[in-house]
């Protein structure tokens, strides 16, 4: 490991000054206590600050072997939690480079992230009330970060951190961008398959650019956090984030990438209706995702909603959420254990505050949110013509892309390349990955895809059969004809997704060898 | 009450001239005033600047208009807006130096009759990057000064300005200071002066080349710093590479200290390092005209160094790498120990 604990000759030389107190600049000052997170490549720590009358900081130690070499990523955020300031936005005391890491130093909370509470303490989810007042303080956070110009574009239960006193902060801007960062080096949309904006494809044009011309792009990335926001609320009602419900063929893409676990959970509360959730609750998370983020509402607007009328305070969290919950290291060390036995699970995502590092994106056509079950469910192409009674809402969001997940270590997609990138692929890989696994899943995958045109073939052709005297059987054959080429189409592509992810792997796999 | 009659909106130029009004009250600091009253004013100028940073920007609800931009734009370089903003940004809060930094970065590009007014100021005022520059010695000012001395950097004129006054002496330590949101940015802002404007850099290099590269090797390649080395070669490696810098390589693959620094840098235990070092020592294996002490050394070192690159990969498949790397191997290989005459 790279550092140990050091003692001794601290000089109280230089500190930083960009804190209300000044923490000292020198590892030999601090005293590593506990590990609470890991991922792929940064370490987060409990620690002690020696000169500070020993108070307890976090340290996120963050590899900068695995940092491309100009290391804007690492600059933005260490920039953007030094000069952010919200009570509910996780700031930097400090960061310096102690030989290959870098140290951020930063409160610590010792609460840990809502995702390690709930897998620890609440399987369910959170009760409304708490979920509401959680909700509330982050709204709160992205309204000033927005405001600011920044976008988080990580929102999830595990960057959510709590105090021992229930306060509750968003950490993690390692994938944060500025709309006012004049080398835009970063696509706002990270997606290399999205048409939507990229950002990068501007970085090496003159610098002149209207504003105009970034600022167009910006609503679209705000409206992208609020769309995680609503995510969130759903991981936090359920105690899983959506999905899991799904059968395994069509959760298999995200499987692939390691973020859901997967258990029936999801099914069992379906069942049992042990949930209810006020309308309140479920009309703001379908705000959030609705499928044109220009009517989502803005973080701002979204305060105002009935559902964070009647909030509590943080003692509420305390007393519901904190008391009884066992110590942050406890959980971490608990919950490696777990992911040892369970090789589906996420991998380094239990952290503490930082997230997992994977470059991963996946690749649903939209999603439905249901309403009435309060749920999320990914559309994939061949559900389309089916859902419309049933669902609530139909939701696609920009192309095929949905969710766009990035680690702290923020490898920029296609940005600019340069003869130095080489590492960029490394620096995104994920834990191991079984390559027969994998491949059986997917020959499954396909299979599934092939019975679920015929089943949409056949829907086609009964639905015809009803509007036969309208129209001649020619007439419903083209159309029919052109539903499945239409089909086909989307599977193909589908098709061409799963195997640029099976590729990527691949890549993985050999870098890891 | 005075929401009753909304006041007519402020024009752009309107902002610009009460902004600067303020910032003139608060250059002055007058001692006379109470508190309150000061506290009153601070308040209005941080609106201000807010104000001037939504039309510049634009807002949730609605885009920048062009023709205001130009009217701001117009008016901040009338008079001398920009210095007094500049000066006063240490007694301003965070919050509204935030927005300050995000004006003066905008206003860079503003084009008023297709001119880059800026550009025209920053020439007349040149002394303000003196002030900019500084500011990375002052750890609550260095982000935002940094900020925006990167912007005025995207000015040619300006640039060379700075690359040819004494401050880039001080970058190299700038670099190195022990607080990493300073260092870095100070990092980017040094690689922005080396990189954007080729002929600009290609001219200052030769100039300036004995102390320049002097400096960058003790300072930045033999540096003790772990992410020093690293920024410093792979800037190396890009400067080199590029064609506008070409007399500046030349010459940089002729010397002896420079190949010794570069070959203790590809015996490093970070590969990162290694990569980028390589990418530089290819340079002196492939230039036809090497001088013998440079041969010797090679010679020399021959079979370390093909060992070295027998199982020297990069971590994803890199053909071009490979490419490199079976040409420097032939050349180090052919190579004959020569004797001039």
Known sequence: ?513 | MKALFKSKPKTPADLVRQTRDLLIFVDRGGPDTKESKRDEKMAELSKLIRDLKQVLYGDSESEPVAEACAQLTQEFFRENTLRLLIVCLPKLNLETRKDATQVVANLQRQQVQSRLIACDYLEKNIDLMDILVAGYENTDLALHYGAMLRECIRHQSVARYVLESEHMKKFFDYIQLPNFDIASDAAATFKELLTRHKSTVAEFLSKNYDWFFAEYNSKLLESTNYITRRQAVKLLGDILLDRSNSAVMTRYVCSRDNLRILMNLLRESSKSIQIEAFHVFKLFAANQHKPPDIVGILVTNRSKLLRLFADFKTDKEDEQFEADKAQVVKEIAALEPKERP
């Not at chain 1, 409990?46 to 600059?75: G, H, N, Q, T």
């Not at chain 1, 999205?194 to 003159?206: M, N």
């Not at chain 1, 959980?331 to 996420?346: L, Q």
């Open chain 1, 1 to 513: 490991m790279a550092m140990e604990e050091r003692e001794g000759e601290c000089q109280r030389k230089p500190v930083s000054s960009s804190t209300d107190q000044y923490y000292p600049l020198d590892a030999n000052c601090y005293k590593i206590v506990d590990e609470i997170g890991r991922g792929v490549s940064a370490i987060v720590y409990k620690a002690i600050c020696i000169p500070m009358d020993s108070s307890v900081v976090a340290i996120k130690a963050i590899d900068l072997e695995k940092s491309r070499a100009d290391f804007d990523s690492v600059r933005r955020e260490a920039k953007t939690m030094t000069l952010l300031r919200h009570p509910n936005i996780l700031r930097a005391h400090c960061s310096f480079t102690v030989d290959r890491r870098l140290w951020v130093v930063m409160p610590f909370m010792s609460g840990g992230s809502l995702q390690s509470i709930i897998a620890s303490s609440f399987p369910d989810g959170l009760p409304e009330p708490c979920i509401a007042t959680v909700l509330k303080e982050i709204l709160s956070a992205l309204s000033y970060l927005h405001g600011q110009g920044h976008l988080h574009r990580d929102i999830k239960a595990g960057n959510i951190l709590v105090d021992s006193n229930g306060s509750v902060k968003l950490a993690d801007f390692g994938v944060s961008a500025s709309i006012y960062e004049s080398n835009l080096t970063y696509g706002l949309g990270r997606s290399s398959s999205s048409s939507s904006l990229r950002l990068t494809d501007f970085t090496g044009t003159p610098y002149w650019m209207a504003p105009e011309v970034i600022h167009s792009h910006t609503g679209y990335g705000f409206k992208a956090d609020i769309w995680s926001f609503g995510i969130t609320a759903l991981e936090l009602a359920h105690g899983r984030p959506p999905l899991s419900d799904l059968p395994p063929s069509k959760s298999l893409i995200m499987k692939i990438t390691k973020r859901f676990r997967f258990s029936d959970h999801y099914e069992k509360t379906k069942d049992s209706k042990k949930k209810r959730f006020s309308k309140s609750f479920k009309d703001m998370v379908g705000l959030c995702l609705d499928q044109d983020p220009s009517k989502r509402p803005s973080a701002e607007k979204l305060l105002k909603h009935p559902f964070f009328k009647n909030c509590k305070g943080p003692d509420f969290l305390v007393k519901n959420v904190l008391q009884g919950l066992p110590a942050v290291e406890q959980r971490f060390k608990g919950a490696k254990i777990h992911s040892k036995n369970d090789e589906d699970d996420e991998d380094g995502d239990d952290d503490y505050s930082s997230s997992g590092e994977n470059v991963k994106q996946r690749r649903i056509s939209g999603w439905n949110f249901n309403e009435e079950g309060f749920e999320l469910d990914p559309v994939f192409p061949s559900d389309q013509q089916e859902t419309d009674d049933n669902m609530g809402k139909q939701v696609t969001f920009g192309g095929e892309i949905v969710i766009q997940e990035k680690g702290s270590d923020g490898s920029p997609q296609g940005s600019n390349s340069s003869p130095g990138q080489h590492e960029t692929q490394a620096a995104s890989t994920g834990g191991g990955i079984d390559m027969g696994v994998v491949l059986g899943s997917l020959l499954f995958l396909r299979r599934s895809l092939d019975d679920q045109r015929q089943q949409v073939a056949q829907m086609i052709a009964s639905i015809g059969g009803e509007d036969s005297l309208e129209t001649s059987r020619e007439d419903q054959l083209m159309q029919a004809i052109e539903k499945l080429r239409t089909e086909v189409e989307s599977e193909r592509k589908k098709r061409a997704a799963v195997e640029m992810e099976l590729e990527f792997l691949k890549l993985q796999l050999s870098n890891e060898c």
